[in-house]
């Protein structure tokens, strides 16, 4: 056979596997979503999303609910069910042991100075005052994220996250990503040092515009009709912290817009509105979306949070509250479908924790309710361990669920430090509020106890050798944890109100509808989006795929 024509056939056969490797890849890369848009709605209840469905809009959280994945039994697997711990958790697939944010704050072992979870003195925010415990750096978060895992494999993506506290766009943000939190102080969002030396065109543009005073003297009135909300508590009940009646007037007793009404505007449908538009901004000022590298922004919205501690979860401050979130979420759709396209994003939503009910409120339903006052309690455990060891303030103090230790003095004076653990665990467990205590030695030591023992897997799952207290505590259901009355309800035990949150996609590229009925947790979402990207799960990651791959 002729020489010539045989080098010919071969280089066609290259070429020919040159364009199937090419044709897969692009394949490969029109099969990945332009955008990941995840939101979290901080303190949103599982149940709220499904109690209220007949009242939502056809397509907010209902976009979800009707057309996309939804699960009826999600929840988290950690013990003090609180912010930092589920923004650290959601994008990482893994639990506070492992991510290192054990709580909002907790105490330095060796100092006993207060450490908050996205604290770090070496940076500060861009055109704002800093305060000490200021959340300016991803520091403490000792893994990685699905956003980071990305910017490894592509340098050209972009991770945006946003969220109207520094810990809701710092943790979901990671190593690598760029995030946005919004001041009370001035109405305006910014960046840190941390992130970069000044804010993009965009970020001045939008600031320099003033959106927040737009809504000075605005009203949060009421979306329906008194008799909408049957399912919920009347205003005014006698727990409810300041202000728990509809309408609320915004900055109402101020001659201008200052930092008492920006503090306000965020504890309102209105903080909600403005954080969305300022994930608008993003989008059209960082081209979200726009090319073929997939890119995330994560938006957590506050407000929910501060209304459920405010007035509890019951009440008619957070029903229409919801239903104010829902009609703006089906606005916030609609723009991404119109700036990205309706088949080019990925949508999940989900929530840092649930909530539990005001104790009042529980009372009034027949529970043992009530409130644990911790300064009395360390007070308690501090006169026992004196009497019992000749030591004064073994406790040193209360960090993150649990009663630090003071191990200086423990070595110094040669203390049974295992008999110190269960005098303090002893004295605690008298308290009326608290009903379970495990020992650091207990939790260094896994075949300490009985794996079936209750609550032991959600404490180990929140518990960090390095950083976490000396005998961790469980609240009781229907009570709570609190220094001094500052809010009505709150949230922070292994109780389903407080770990049961909604997990919902939708993608009719990537996600087949339905109700999902299977257990899951959200360490899950990481590795199903990491799938979808075609990369590698976080190296930390606890979680698997949830079942929602679109057969193809």
């Excluded at 430090?417 to 467990?429: D, K, N, S, T």
């Excluded at 949150?501 to 899950?524: H, K, M």
Aim: one cysteine or more; aromatic letters at 10%.
């Amino acid at each position: 056979m002729n020489p010539t024509f045989l080098k010919h056939c071969a280089y066609l056969f290259i070429a020919a596997l040159l364009l199937a490797g090419c044709a897969a890849q692009q394949a490969s890369t029109q099969d990945k979503p332009r955008l990941i848009v995840f939101m979290a709605v901080d303190g949103l209840p599982q149940s709220q999303v499904v109690g209220y469905r007949d009242q939502l809009a056809p397509d907010g959280f209902r976009r979800f609910l009707d057309r996309g994945a939804w699960f009826a039994d999600a929840r988290y697997g950690h013990a003090f069910t609180v912010t930092g711990a589920g923004h650290a958790t959601m994008l990482t697939g893994a639990y506070p042991h492992r991510t290192g944010i054990i709580g909002n704050d907790w105490r330095d072992r060796a100092s006993g100075e207060l450490v908050y979870c996205t604290g770090d003195a070496a940076y500060s925010y861009i055109g704002h005052k800093t305060k000490p415990l200021d959340g300016t750096s991803p520091r403490n978060l000792m893994v990685e994220t699905v956003g980071d895992v990305l910017k490894r494999a592509d340098a050209r993506a972009k991770v945006i996250a946003i969220s109207g506290k520094d810990r809701g766009a710092i943790l979901p943000a990671g190593k690598t990503g760029v995030a946005y939190m919004y001041m009370d102080a001035t109405g305006q969002f910014a960046s840190t040092t941390f992130y970069m030396k000044e804010h993009p065109t965009w970020v001045t543009a939008f600031n320099a515009a003033k959106p927040a005073d737009r809504q000075f003297k605005a009203s949060w009135s009421p979306l329906l009709p008194d008799s909408a909300y049957a399912k919920s508590l009347p205003d005014g009940q006698p727990w409810y912290t300041a202000g728990g009646k509809l309408p609320k007037i915004l900055g109402e007793s101020d001659e201008k817009p200052g930092p008492a009404f920006y503090a306000a505007l965020i504890r309102s449908p209105y903080g909600d509105a403005l954080t969305l538009d300022f994930a608008r901004a993003a989008i059209a000022g960082e081209g979200l979306g726009q090319d073929e590298v997939p890119d995330i922004l994560s938006v957590s919205l506050s407000t929910h949070d501060y209304i459920n501690h405010g007035y509890g979860p019951e009440s008619r401050l957070s029903h229409d509250h919801l239903l104010q979130l829902d009609r703006l979420l089906e606005a916030f759709f609609r723009d991404l479908d119109r700036m990205v396209g309706k088949d080019r994003y990925l949508l999940v939503l989900t929530a840092d924790h649930g909530f539990m009910p005001a104790p009042e409120y529980a009372k009034s339903l027949g529970h043992d309710a009530g409130r644990q006052n911790i300064p009395m309690a360390l007070a308690d455990v501090n006169a026992a361990l004196t009497q019992k060891f000749g030591a004064p303030k073994l406790a040193r103090g209360w960090s993150a669920s649990g009663v630090l230790l003071d191990d200086g003095v423990i070595t110094q004076k040669k203390l049974d430090r295992r008999a110190v653990e269960e005098e303090a665990r002893r004295v605690l467990l008298t308290e009326p509020g608290i009903a379970a205590a495990f020992t650091r030695t207990e939790l260094e030591n896994p075949a300490s106890l009985p794996a079936d023992t209750p609550f032991l897997a959600q404490v180990r799952n929140t518990w960090n050798r390095e950083r976490s207290a000396d005998v961790q505590l469980v609240v009781k259901q229907y009570w709570l944890f609190e220094s001094r009355r500052t809010f009505a309800a709150t949230h922070g035990s292994p109780y389903a109100p407080d770990y049961t949150v909604p997990i919902l996609f939708y993608g009719p590229r990537w996600v087949t509808p339905g109700r999902i009925d299977q257990t899951v947790e959200v360490v899950d979402i990481a590795p199903t989006l990491a799938n979808i990207l075609a990369l590698p799960v976080p190296s930390a990651s606890e979680g698997k795929p949830l079942p929602i791959a679109q057969s193809r």
